[in-house]
């Protein structure tokens, strides 16, 4: 299986500074299609995850542009940029490649100072 | 808008049986691949499940593997999840979702599954 693995455990933000995190996946998520299928996900207290950035770097519908991924091969990172108090929870990636495999990693829990 | 419901979240007794269900609708329910994932209580994210559009392909995780069945029924847009030889590792909240460009587009709001005696 491929492991994914997130840092840091945790981040604390003052509100307006930006704040990213980081994925890295055992093995390349470069697909033989040659997509790359690593996804983020936001997670608030006490809410179901929402996806907010697919392969790679496509921003879902609605997902604020300070949100932003990029990353290529096994190192992939999300950036907020201008954290707001709604950014609070916790941030999960995923992996698609390796179908049906899907894995996540721990998670990166969000703060504000 | 889409909406995903789950329900049949239950306290069983450790080696019991739960049926989980999963209420479509806002989309073509049947033109997406459909998956099971859980979150044991202050854990991360396991994807345990899936069921192709037509329900002809399916698969588990080894950890579900020969206990869960999944399937569906696309005249009733619902999704299920048949849970047997329930186990306190087991207990967790279950989420619905779909699967689209190798990720999960959309998820249910969960339903808490606890396994105690």
């Known amino acids: ?113 | 808008q889409v909406h995903l419901v789950e329900s049949g979240g239950d306290l069983v007794k450790p080696g019991g049986s739960l049926r989980l269900s999963c209420a479509a609708s806002g989309f073509s329910f049947s033109d997406y691949l459909m998956s099971w994932i859980r979150q044991a209580p202050g854990k991360g994210l396991e994807y345990i499940s899936y069921i192709s559009e037509s329900g002809s392909s399916i698969w588990y995780a080894d950890s579900v593997k020969g206990r869960f069945t999944i399937s569906r029924d696309n005249a009733r847009n619902s999704l299920y999840f048949q849970m047997s030889g329930l186990g306190v590792e087991d207990s967790a909240v279950y989420y619905c979702a779909t699967v689209r460009s190798s990720s999960i587009g959309y998820w249910g709001q969960g339903t808490l599954v606890t396994v105690s005696s």
């Open chain 1, 1 to 113: 299986d491929v492991v994914m693995t997130q840092s840091p455990l945790s981040l604390s933000v003052t509100l307006g500074q930006s704040a990213s995190f980081s994925c890295r996946s055992s093995q390349s998520l470069v697909h033989s299609n040659g997509n790359t299928y690593l996804s983020w996900y936001q997670q608030r207290p006490g809410q179901s995850p929402r996806r907010l950035i697919y392969k790679v770097s496509s921003r879902d519908s609605g997902v604020p542009d300070r949100f932003s991924g990029s990353g290529s091969g096994t190192d992939f990172t999300l950036k907020i940029s201008r954290v707001e108090a709604e950014d609070v929870g916790v941030y999960y990636c995923m992996q698609g490649t390796d179908w049906p495999l899907f894995t996540f990693g721990g998670g990166t829990k969000v703060e504000i100072k």
